[in-house]
């Protein structure tokens, strides 16, 4: 991670490649248009990871309240770029962004990569049976 660096400044994103990563290879996020990944990322916190030469490596979002719940979202590693810890770096950039803010709970959801998450802190919800959901997107391929 350390040739890697963080930045939390919307202006630093790149949203083409952004959108290509969400639309092409990302199973959740397959589907949205580049409008809606657009606004998506205007109304979130973002993170990207970027190289030292300033190519963009990773990107994550948060949407909260700033108060109470926050929820990690749209994760994504380049694929060149993986198995290098940037995925925990992002997840734990999220809880350490909640923490700034006071906020106790942190949520994210994944097919896949449980041990990325489990790294940062995150676990299994104690009690899953609370939680209830609409969801009307097409089955995730």
């Not at 959740?28 to 973002?46: C, L, Y």
């Not at 929820?71 to 950039?93: E, F, S």
């Not at 896949?112 to 609370?130: I, L, N, S, W």
Request: aromatic share 10%; glycine share 6%; hydrophobic share 40%.
């Amino acid at each position: 991670m350390s040739d890697y660096h963080l930045s939390e400044d919307p202006a630093d994103l790149d949203l083409p490649r952004i959108i290509g990563w969400l639309t092409t290879d990302a199973y959740w996020a397959k589907g949205r248009t580049p409008e809606t990944i657009e606004r998506a990322f205007a109304n979130s916190t973002p993170a990207g990871l970027y190289t030292p030469t300033g190519e963009q490596v990773a990107v994550a979002r948060i949407i909260s309240d700033k108060a109470t719940f926050t929820w990690l979202c749209d994760v994504y590693v380049a694929p060149t770029h993986r198995g290098q810890g940037l995925g925990t770096t992002i997840a734990t950039w999220s809880t350490t962004w909640a923490e700034r803010h006071g906020i106790k709970r942190v949520v994210l959801a994944t097919l896949d990569a449980h041990t990325v998450y489990a790294k940062a802190g995150f676990t299994p919800m104690a009690h899953p049976e609370r939680w209830m959901e609409i969801d009307t997107r097409p089955p995730f391929a």
